[in-house]
């Protein structure tokens, strides 16, 4: 009887993945605002000042906060991500270049962890709040350090969007990251560009897997 009965059993549910621990309760914030991310253009030191206060208090919520709280945060960063990308268009860089790119990539994985958060899945809005104070300051200091200083190279005023120098405007649009990218950026080279490459890639990455693991 006991092998019938064994045969006849439904097979056992897929077990399912496990929860990381460090995922599932409020913890301290992974990011404070320091002079190493200050990039000496106000505007854009003020809406990352924001960002990392959003970010604090995503990963102190409760759960009964957490959605709201990650809500704010991605409306933020919509808003954040849409002024750097306007400032991009208005001094040379191509539509799609490869720190617009990052920005959109960025911002869908949020809006999924929104989504999840939504449907009741809390961890993966954790996870990602983790993620972020590890992306945020590599991003900070490569890429929006690099277009902080294409702004001012070209006289750009962020407030007013008054061009003081558009004759030093590119010839051609720019694809890289504000001389930190592409060969096209031959006339904006900045130090360190070489690296910035490389890191917009890891940088691109690292976040995508966090919208995998969701
Ligand atoms: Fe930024
Ligand atoms: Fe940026």
């Given at each position: ?25 409020p913890v301290?914030p992974g990011l ?19 960002f990392v206060d959003l970010l604090a208090q995503v990963q102190t919520a409760e759960?009964?906060d957490l959605v709201g709280r990650w809500q704010t945060l991605v409306?933020h ?33 949020l809006?999924?962890g929104l989504?999840?958060g939504?449907?009741?899945?809390f961890?993966?809005i954790r996870q990602m709040a983790h993620?972020l104070t ?81």
């Open positions: 009887m006991n092998a019938v009965t064994t045969s006849t059993s439904p097979e056992p549910a897929a077990a399912e993945p496990a929860v990381p621990a460090q995922f599932t309760t301290p404070a605002w320091s002079d190493a991310l200050n990039l000496s253009m106000p505007v854009m030191d003020q809406t990352h000042v924001a759960d009964a409306e960063t919509e808003d954040h991500f849409g002024q750097e990308d306007r400032w991009m268009a208005a001094t040379g860089f191509a539509p799609g270049s490869c720190h617009m790119t990052q920005h959109a990539v960025v911002l869908k994985v809006r999924e989504q999840l939504q449907q009741g899945q961890w993966p993620e590890l992306w945020f300051p590599h991003h900070a200091q490569t890429m929006d350090a690099g277009l902080a200083l294409h702004l001012k190279s070209v006289g750009y005023d962020p407030v007013t969007g008054q061009l003081a120098q558009p004759e030093a405007l590119p010839e051609q649009a720019i694809s890289g990251c504000g001389g930190a990218c592409s060969s096209s950026d031959q006339n904006h080279d900045k130090p360190g560009s070489a690296d910035a490459s490389a890191d917009a890639a890891s940088e691109a990455e690292e976040v995508q897997a966090v919208g995998g693991a969701a």
